[in-house]
């Protein structure tokens, strides 16, 4: 084990306990042992390295709900190393990884295979997210049972929707038996079939094949109604519309056991970014007009979503310069999560404390693993953060081996300083 | 040798690099361009139809998707201009073979070619090559995005038969939804002056179609009330077996061009077809054959014409510069 690490002079920022003073935090054996006003040198053991933060904010480490690397089967676009050092570049000390490689991650030597790459890579922790169906194809359930016992957290036909009723009815049936959590990426694939990005003005101007925003609501909508009929615990991944949010938050009003999420990309920008044909604009859920992206940042202000997820999804260039139509889907975002989040506070949608709430104790709580929280005896993954340091995000400032960021050349207003899991410094800025 | 480019050379410039769109033109540029067309019409009537405009330059025409008569067009364009014209037919299976839109533009760009004319099958693909490109483009179409060309020669053959673009009303009837073309009318013409009706059944209309400043019709009766110019937009096959429209037959019958629809246009409206066309579905052949009203053999014309303009306009910086 590493030797006790003390930080002191730290804004403690905690959003399980509503923690929010200045203080210090004192880690022994990876774990938190002590933390709080009181913590200051005088309680540092022999050997104990003390890291000044000079009042930094001090949170704990995020916990990314939704990551993909390229491994197996896309080592070009990002590997363990890479995509593990980008997130501990941006604060992540968690992440769930999806399924969708090739081969996909629906037998539980896969599953073991992710755990041993991510031990060996020794950065964030990395939790498999296992398919549903056999072969990521929709028809036949994976060994779902078996999955978990390796250590799936979640099960998801990652960015294929589970499309069948049937078969999404009895996932949720079955794995009800062991309180597993289904993760849908709620889009009806026969409306949105062809489609590159979201249907309305901009993409009838661009001459672009769009996908209606009731594709989204349509697949929530079902699901909600499969959740009432077989039971489980139900999770929609990045939702991005009006009508999605509406639907979500009727039915946490009626009691159902349904949890959600939203990206960064999908809280900050607008369909306006595919204008001139980037591709780097090209994400799934599309990018939607303004009335669906301040309907989101009210769904999350209000609590009807619950956690920000990254959705990190590596393309090399290859796959992106191209005609917009033949460009691969997907943005990277494990190591601008934090900063792009930020950009709510700063522009006084949401309190700091509410916001990392939604990138900590309550992903980590969805996916039933310990993490998310600054407390005595959990283990010690937390960040140190500059809220208000400005940084501009271009090519050379980012570990991924993928540079497809909707945010190049962006200035944002918050920056990851520091990183620490189990105690051990995983990320330090260079100043 | 006196050019009917040469004789405008006090005129302000097209300074453009590329012509990759009609969107941002202004109607200044779309009005020097017809002028200059109109030069160009005159000179292909007669049987010397050379120029040295354009003597020493490459033109390049580059087609992913194939097109006999823009291609023809483009090339008697360059011909007649003096330029040295190259055709590249480039098929689908060949860019499946793993060569990219870029290397090929990369490959084409070392050839030092002055201008590109590109025809490809995705929208904001002519736009792509342009940027990896030093020469001048055009662009011959791209997906469902654009087809300035087509636009400023459906422009000239209106101008030349009605006088005016502005205040004229223009019903664009047919496959809204895929067409470039319609695209390109609809901003060049609304630039211009023009009121712009489309008329299709909802299946072949893009969502929040008036966002592009036109009133959406689904009769035709209503969409042909009062027209100056009925253009009749192609409608492929695959797209009549069920899928966005029930069948053939159905289509004719509620929107191909007859003259008894036709009635309810202005006693002089006239047709226009981007051609090639389908007799009997989009259009009556009866109809596109009456010569007091089809200007679809005008429009052909008027391409070359067009593109010679555009091709004078192009280089012109090339040319000043040498």
């Given at each position: 084990m590493s030797r006790p690490v003390l930080v002191v002079n730290a804004r403690l920022l905690d959003p399980a306990s509503g923690l929010d003073r200045r203080g210090g935090l004192l880690v022994v054996g990876g774990r938190i042992a002590e933390l709080g006003p009181q913590v200051t040198v005088a309680l540092a053991p022999p050997g104990t390295e003390v890291v000044?933060?000079?009042?930094l904010c001090l949170a704990p480490g995020l916990v990314d709900l939704r990551a993909g690397f390229?491994?197996?089967?896309?080592?070009?676009?990002?590997?363990f190393e890479s995509g593990c050092m980008a997130a501990v570049a941006g604060g992540v000390t968690s992440l769930a990884l999806l399924p969708?490689?090739?081969?996909?991650?629906?037998?539980p030597a896969m599953v073991e295979f992710v755990a041993r790459r991510a031990r060996q890579v020794k950065l964030a922790k990395v939790y498999p997210q296992a398919a549903v169906t056999r072969g990521l194809q929709g028809a036949e359930l994976a060994e779902l049972g078996l999955l978990k016992a390796a250590g799936a957290v979640a099960f998801t036909d990652g960015f294929k929707a589970v499309a069948d009723a049937r078969v999404m009815r009895r996932a949720l049936a079955y794995a009800s038996m062991f309180d597993g959590l289904l993760v849908q990426h709620p889009e009806e694939p026969r409306l949105a079939e062809g489609g590159v990005m979201n249907e309305g003005a901009v993409a009838s101007r661009l001459g672009l094949p769009g996908i209606p925003a009731a594709a989204e609501v349509i697949m929530v909508e079902r699901d909600l109604r499969l959740l009432e009929l077989a039971g489980g615990r139900l999770h929609f991944a990045h939702v991005s519309t009006a009508a999605a949010v509406a639907a979500i938050r009727a039915a946490k009003a009626r009691g159902l056991p349904v949890t959600c999420d939203v990206t960064p990309h999908h809280l900050l920008l607008t369909e306006a970014e595919v204008e001139g044909y980037r591709t780097f604009a090209k994400v799934s859920p599309p990018l939607r007009g303004e009335a669906d992206r301040a309907a989101v940042v009210e769904g999350l202000v209000d609590g009807t979503i619950d956690a920000i997820a990254s959705d990190h999804c590596p393309q090399d260039q290859d796959s992106k310069r191209l005609p917009f139509a033949q460009a691969a889907f997907g943005v990277i975002g494990l190591q601008t999560l934090l900063p792009a989040a930020l950009a709510l506070v700063h522009e006084g949608r949401i309190g700091l404390l509410e916001l990392l709430r939604r990138l900590t104790v309550a992903p980590a709580a969805i996916l039933g693993i310990e993490a998310g929280r600054l407390a005595?005896?959990?283990?010690?993954d937390f960040v140190l953060f500059d809220p208000d340091a400005r940084w501009t995000v271009t090519e050379k400032s980012l570990f991924s081996l993928a540079k497809n960021t909707p945010f190049e050349g962006r200035t944002f207003r918050g920056k990851v300083v520091r990183t620490f899991v189990d105690g051990r410094t995983v990320y330090e800025a260079e100043t | 040798m006196i050019g009917p480019a040469m004789e405008r050379?006090?005129?302000?410039?097209?300074?453009?690099?590329?012509?990759?769109?009609?969107?941002?033109?202004s109607a200044e540029e779309i009005a020097y361009l017809l002028d200059l067309a109109d030069g160009f019409v005159e000179l292909n009537r007669k049987s010397d139809k050379k120029l040295q405009l354009l003597r020493g330059l490459t033109q390049i025409n580059l087609f992913f998707e194939p097109s006999t008569r823009t291609q023809t067009s483009f090339e008697l364009a360059g011909k007649r201009l003096g330029a040295d014209v190259v055709n590249m037919n480039v098929s689908r299976s060949s860019v499946v073979k793993g060569e990219t839109l870029i290397d090929t533009a990369m490959t084409l760009n070392a050839m030092h070619p002055d201008v590109l004319v590109v025809r490809h099958h995705e929208s904001g693909a002519v736009a792509l090559l342009a940027r990896h490109v030093r020469c001048a483009v055009v662009n011959a179409g791209d997906g469902a995005h654009e087809h300035p060309t087509q636009a400023l020669l459906d422009a000239l053959t209106i101008r030349r038969r009605k006088g005016r673009i502005a205040g004229l009303t223009v019903a664009i009837c047919g496959d809204i939804l895929h067409s470039r073309v319609a695209r390109s009318n609809i901003l060049l013409l609304r630039t211009m002056g023009a009121k712009v009706r489309v008329v299709a059944p909802p299946t072949l209309l893009p969502a929040a179609v008036e966002s592009l400043g036109v009133e959406a019709v689904t009769d035709m009766q209503r969409g042909l009330e009062d027209a100056d110019i009925v253009m009749m937009l192609r409608l492929q096959s695959e797209r009549m077996q069920g899928s966005l429209v029930p069948s053939v037959r159905e289509y004719f019958h509620f929107f191909g061009l007859t003259h008894e629809k036709l009635r309810a246009a202005k006693p002089d409206a006239m047709i226009m077809h981007p051609g090639p066309m389908n007799r009997g579905v989009e259009i009556d052949g009866v109809v596109a054959d009456d010569i007091n009203r089809s200007a679809i053999l005008d429009q052909v014309e008027m391409g070359v014409a067009v593109r010679m303009a555009v091709l004078d306009a192009l280089t012109r910086r090339l040319r000043t510069a040498a």
């Amino acid at each position: 084990m590493s030797r006790p690490v003390l930080v002191v002079n730290a804004r403690l920022l905690d959003p399980a306990s509503g923690l929010d003073r200045r203080g210090g935090l004192l880690v022994v054996g990876g774990r938190i042992a002590e933390l709080g006003p009181q913590v200051t040198v005088a309680l540092a053991p022999p050997g104990t390295e003390v890291v000044d933060a000079r009042g930094l904010c001090l949170a704990p480490g995020l916990v990314d709900l939704r990551a993909g690397f390229g491994e197996p089967g896309a080592e070009h676009k990002e590997r363990f190393e890479s995509g593990c050092m980008a997130a501990v570049a941006g604060g992540v000390t968690s992440l769930a990884l999806l399924p969708d490689t090739a081969p996909p991650i629906d037998d539980p030597a896969m599953v073991e295979f992710v755990a041993r790459r991510a031990r060996q890579v020794k950065l964030a922790k990395v939790y498999p997210q296992a398919a549903v169906t056999r072969g990521l194809q929709g028809a036949e359930l994976a060994e779902l049972g078996l999955l978990k016992a390796a250590g799936a957290v979640a099960f998801t036909d990652g960015f294929k929707a589970v499309a069948d009723a049937r078969v999404m009815r009895r996932a949720l049936a079955y794995a009800s038996m062991f309180d597993g959590l289904l993760v849908q990426h709620p889009e009806e694939p026969r409306l949105a079939e062809g489609g590159v990005m979201n249907e309305g003005a901009v993409a009838s101007r661009l001459g672009l094949p769009g996908i209606p925003a009731a594709a989204e609501v349509i697949m929530v909508e079902r699901d909600l109604r499969l959740l009432e009929l077989a039971g489980g615990r139900l999770h929609f991944a990045h939702v991005s519309t009006a009508a999605a949010v509406a639907a979500i938050r009727a039915a946490k009003a009626r009691g159902l056991p349904v949890t959600c999420d939203v990206t960064p990309h999908h809280l900050l920008l607008t369909e306006a970014e595919v204008e001139g044909y980037r591709t780097f604009a090209k994400v799934s859920p599309p990018l939607r007009g303004e009335a669906d992206r301040a309907a989101v940042v009210e769904g999350l202000v209000d609590g009807t979503i619950d956690a920000i997820a990254s959705d990190h999804c590596p393309q090399d260039q290859d796959s992106k310069r191209l005609p917009f139509a033949q460009a691969a889907f997907g943005v990277i975002g494990l190591q601008t999560l934090l900063p792009a989040a930020l950009a709510l506070v700063h522009e006084g949608r949401i309190g700091l404390l509410e916001l990392l709430r939604r990138l900590t104790v309550a992903p980590a709580a969805i996916l039933g693993i310990e993490a998310g929280r600054l407390a005595k005896g959990a283990p010690a993954d937390f960040v140190l953060f500059d809220p208000d340091a400005r940084w501009t995000v271009t090519e050379k400032s980012l570990f991924s081996l993928a540079k497809n960021t909707p945010f190049e050349g962006r200035t944002f207003r918050g920056k990851v300083v520091r990183t620490f899991v189990d105690g051990r410094t995983v990320y330090e800025a260079e100043t | 040798m006196i050019g009917p480019a040469m004789e405008r050379a006090n005129e302000p410039p097209f300074t453009r690099q590329h012509l990759l769109g009609i969107e941002g033109l202004s109607a200044e540029e779309i009005a020097y361009l017809l002028d200059l067309a109109d030069g160009f019409v005159e000179l292909n009537r007669k049987s010397d139809k050379k120029l040295q405009l354009l003597r020493g330059l490459t033109q390049i025409n580059l087609f992913f998707e194939p097109s006999t008569r823009t291609q023809t067009s483009f090339e008697l364009a360059g011909k007649r201009l003096g330029a040295d014209v190259v055709n590249m037919n480039v098929s689908r299976s060949s860019v499946v073979k793993g060569e990219t839109l870029i290397d090929t533009a990369m490959t084409l760009n070392a050839m030092h070619p002055d201008v590109l004319v590109v025809r490809h099958h995705e929208s904001g693909a002519v736009a792509l090559l342009a940027r990896h490109v030093r020469c001048a483009v055009v662009n011959a179409g791209d997906g469902a995005h654009e087809h300035p060309t087509q636009a400023l020669l459906d422009a000239l053959t209106i101008r030349r038969r009605k006088g005016r673009i502005a205040g004229l009303t223009v019903a664009i009837c047919g496959d809204i939804l895929h067409s470039r073309v319609a695209r390109s009318n609809i901003l060049l013409l609304r630039t211009m002056g023009a009121k712009v009706r489309v008329v299709a059944p909802p299946t072949l209309l893009p969502a929040a179609v008036e966002s592009l400043g036109v009133e959406a019709v689904t009769d035709m009766q209503r969409g042909l009330e009062d027209a100056d110019i009925v253009m009749m937009l192609r409608l492929q096959s695959e797209r009549m077996q069920g899928s966005l429209v029930p069948s053939v037959r159905e289509y004719f019958h509620f929107f191909g061009l007859t003259h008894e629809k036709l009635r309810a246009a202005k006693p002089d409206a006239m047709i226009m077809h981007p051609g090639p066309m389908n007799r009997g579905v989009e259009i009556d052949g009866v109809v596109a054959d009456d010569i007091n009203r089809s200007a679809i053999l005008d429009q052909v014309e008027m391409g070359v014409a067009v593109r010679m303009a555009v091709l004078d306009a192009l280089t012109r910086r090339l040319r000043t510069a040498a």
